[in-house]
């Protein structure tokens, strides 16, 4: 069974605890933090990417409501909160479920299995698109915040693999996209050629390198290391003897 890997944000240190025992109960949930606000939220996101996030809404500072609409790339919500009049905004930002305190373990059980399923077709949306690619594609899509974002092979920079997501850096966008997947389903996606894994963490696109130094491969503003063992392949294909 697939996991999803959740965040807890809540300001009451009661609510905290009983979500935590919840979601222990639940087979699939894996806990990948516990916050008391949306600044601690915010700073956990821009290191772990989460799959499902159980959130208050009032809390201080900074409502669970304003958290999730300040989010660039933006998981699953469950608003966890004991106020009722929210629910007609949680629905314009089409949260998971919003549950009412105190939850029952069956009513959170419930919640959870709903985004499960949400998430399984994703990936399931997802894996269409990568079955049968193009041997040279103009473009393909990724699922981002649940929706199919069209990616131009042309503008592709270079490609960064981090665990279970992926940034594309595109010369189009100031900002890379970030797509749950792995490297090697991005680049089963990418034409046969033109393209090159110069390390774990890295693909990129052979016509973008500016310069190489020190096993370091420039490309506009981003340095992008070179593995000892993809060093000969890359400078074969840029016809480079040394």
Do not use: W
């Not at 899509?141 to 649940?146: D, G, K, L, S």
Request: glycine share 4%.
């Amino acid at each position: 069974m697939q996991t999803l890997k959740c965040l807890i944000v809540d300001d009451e240190s009661l609510a905290r605890k009983l979500m935590e025992e919840n979601i222990r109960q639940v087979p699939f949930l894996e806990l990948a933090g516990i916050c008391k606000n949306a600044f601690e939220a915010m700073q956990v996101l821009a290191e772990t990417p989460v799959d499902l996030i159980f959130l208050d809404i009032q809390m201080p500072g900074m409502l669970g409501t304003q958290l999730l609409q300040s989010l660039p790339v933006k998981p699953m919500v469950i608003f966890v909160t004991a106020y009722s009049n929210y629910a007609v905004e949680s629905y314009e930002l089409e949260v998971v479920d919003y549950l009412m305190k105190p939850v029952s373990l069956e009513r959170f059980t419930k919640a959870a299995y709903k985004a499960l399923d949400m998430h399984q077709k994703k990936i399931a949306l997802s894996a269409q698109t990568v079955e049968k690619s193009p041997e040279n594609p103009d473009f393909f899509f990724v699922n981002v915040e649940y929706s199919l974002v069209k990616i131009p092979v042309k503008d592709i920079t270079h490609i960064e693999g981090m665990k279970d997501y992926v940034k594309i850096f595109l010369e189009t966008s100031k900002k890379p996209v970030l797509t749950k997947s792995t490297l090697k389903g991005i680049e089963a996606k990418l034409p046969a050629q033109g393209f090159l894994r110069v390390h774990k963490s890295f693909i990129v696109n052979l016509d973008k390198i500016q310069s190489i130094r020190n096993r370091e491969i420039k490309i506009g503003d981003c340095e992008i290391p070179v593995g000892e063992s993809n060093l000969e392949e890359l400078l074969r294909l840029l016809n480079y003897s040394r």
